[in-house]
């Protein structure tokens, strides 16, 4: 298009530079003579290459989908409490045996008779009675002791989720590239111009 458009100015300038040299020779022939004669001068359009930037492709925005991760984590659960068993004791007693005063010593009159068969009374010491007694006695009393049974734990498997299922955005920019075109820099014109012989 652009080789065209300075084709065509050319054939017009070697036209006109044509109907110049025919009207001189008129010019000439009918009497025009030095500064009394001008000469049509054409300038051809001026043409200049400019660089220009175009998009090969919009932004883009693509969106991907992340599944959700789970790991397996180990723990330990209780199964059994904790508990305590009494065991009692009981009470431990033995027998003791023991003197105890079954009379206390004291003086009685006695009346008896003599060789002689005469009553004679005097008084008599009796000396205390004793005697022995068993009985049970407490040597340590009843009690209770406790065992304790520690909890039982075993280890469990189960899953966890570390991170949720997200959208991950992505934008892709836009593509650009660049190219040369032709461009009118300034357009041909024509003037009038003296002649010089």
């Known amino acids: 298009m652009v080789r065209s458009l300075t084709s065509r100015p050319l054939l017009a300038a070697s036209a006109f530079t044509i109907l110049l040299m025919l009207g ?13 004669c001008y000469n049509l001068v054409t300038t051809p359009p001026v043409y200049g290459t400019v660089d220009e ?9 693509q969106r991907h989908v992340v599944p959700a991760e789970y790991e397996t984590v180990t723990e330990n659960v209780m ?19 023991e003197k105890v005063l079954i009379a206390p010593a004291g003086r009685r009159w006695e009346v008896t008779r ?5 009553t004679v009374g005097c008084w008599v010491d009796v000396p205390a009675r004793y005697g022995y007694r068993s009985r049970q006695v407490e040597v340590s009393p009843a009690s209770v002791d406790y065992e304790t049974i520690p909890a039982v734990y075993t280890q469990r498997q189960r899953k966890v989720m570390v991170s949720p299922t997200r959208v991950v955005r992505q934008e892709i920019p ?24």
């Open 24 to 36: 001189a020779g008129t010019a000439q022939a009918g009497g025009c003579h030095g500064s009394a």
């Open 53 to 61: 930037t175009y998009q090969l492709r919009p932004a883009q925005v």
């Open 79 to 97: 199964i059994a409490p904790a508990r305590q068993i009494p065991h009692h004791r009981a009470a431990v007693y033995e027998t003791v045996t």
């Open 114 to 118: 003599d060789a002689w068969g005469n």
């Open 174 to 197: 836009a593509v650009y590239a660049t190219r040369q075109r032709q461009v009118l820099v300034s357009p041909g014109s024509q003037y009038w111009s003296r002649a010089r012989y």
